[in-house]
Nanobody, 115 residues
Framework: QPQLVESGGGLVQPGGFLRLSCAAS????????MGWFRQAPGKERELVAT????????EYADSVKGRFTISRDNDKNILNLQMNSLKSEDTAVYYC????????WGQGTQVTVSS
């Protein structure tokens, strides 16, 4: 049974940084493109970053480009999101999934950017 477990969220001041992780199991992680999504209060879930299966190509939403970096460790089945220069508008619950949302959602990890 595929499972996604996100971690690493927390409360951080504007301009700060966080590193999120997603532990994947139960499917061919190393052969799957993956993505990070986020959902802010009252808003729809949005895709913010994607990475192909071998990790050599990634894409970002304009809102996070230059600040966030997605990476993966296929030996450990881990997906990461390094978030720098955080802004209040980055506050959301962050989730990982395939870019087409083909897997059951995990519980997500809360990121709050506030002074």
């Amino acid at each position: 049974q595929p499972q996604l477990v996100e971690s690493g969220g927390g409360l951080v001041q504007p301009g700060g940084f966080l590193r999120l992780s997603c532990a994947a199991s139960g499917f061919a992680f190393g052969m799957s493109s993956m993505g990070w999504f986020r959902q802010a209060p009252g808003k729809e879930r949005e895709l913010v970053a994607t990475i192909v299966s071998d990790g050599f190509n990634s894409e970002y939403a304009d809102s996070v480009k230059g600040r966030f970096t997605i990476s993966r460790d296929n030996d450990k089945n881990i997906l990461n999101l390094q978030m720098n220069s955080l802004k209040s508008e980055d506050t959301a619950v962050y989730y990982c999934n395939t870019p087409w949302s083909t897997l059951d959602w995990g519980q997500g990890t809360q990121v709050t950017v506030s002074s």
